[in-house]
């Protein structure tokens, strides 16, 4: 129940911000997906170090909920694997490369830095 109650609100919030990030730029560029990716990745980090640090009685709970549920419903690789095969299909092989290099590293870098936070408000 944890999971379907956090899936379904992260895929809510995912769909508005990919929605407003669209009406924002004004382009066909996947940035939406990008940025969802990206935060979420930050997200995940921030949390996982919230609950290692500050709440571990309540972790298990918390991961469902939060990390599986919310964030694995609002983080979208399945429309990243589409988004960059739309890219390249189209010929748009630098803005697929960057899609792919920031996707995936961006969003890396994003929950070291969210564990990081973490790690250093609690310390």
Do not use: C
């Amino acid at each position: 129940m944890y999971v379907a109650f956090g899936g379904a609100a992260g895929a809510m919030s995912r769909y508005i911000l990919t929605e407003w990030v669209a009406r924002l730029t004004g382009s066909t560029f996947p940035y939406g997906t990008l940025a969802a990716n990206v935060l979420g990745s930050l997200l995940l980090g921030a949390l996982i170090a919230f609950i290692a640090l500050v709440m571990p009685s309540r972790g298990k709970e918390l991961h469902l909920i939060l990390a599986v549920g919310f964030l694995g419903g609002f983080t979208t690789f399945s429309a990243f694997s589409m988004d960059s095969y739309m890219l390249m299909e189209r010929g748009l092989y630098s803005q697929a490369f960057f899609y792919v290099f920031g996707s995936v590293v961006i969003s890396l870098i994003a929950l070291i830095m969210g564990m990081w936070l973490v790690r250093s408000l609690a310390t």
